[in-house]
């Protein structure tokens, strides 16, 4: 009876001690993880701004592909590509927006 609350003790030390070197680690960690959370929120904010920003760059863009296109002469072919050029761009804001979400 002796021996097995003497092997319970040993384990309960072992037991413990891992607590302790879990809870070290944990405060170690801790600052990293706040850093963590402040840039990814500076991240989000940038990323927020940036698809503001695209939106009103391809806006104009489209305006420009539009008038390029409805014009006479070679104009007009780089009014096509041009908007080609848009439609790849926007496929890149969308992407960005799905990120934001």
Request: with cysteine; glycine share 6%.
């Amino acid at each position: 009876m002796e021996e097995e609350n003497t092997r319970s003790m040993e384990e309960i030390k072992l037991l413990a001690g891992l607590f302790q070197n879990i809870l070290q680690n944990c405060k170690n960690l801790h600052p990293v993880v706040g850093e963590f959370i402040v840039q990814t929120s500076k991240l989000e904010s940038q990323l927020r701004g940036i698809t503001k920003t695209l939106a009103g760059v391809l806006d104009t863009f489209q305006a420009i592909a539009v008038r390029a296109s409805s014009s006479n002469g070679s104009c007009k072919d780089i009014g096509e590509c041009l908007s080609q050029v848009y439609v790849h761009n926007k496929a890149l804001e969308t992407h960005i927006n799905n990120i934001n979400n």
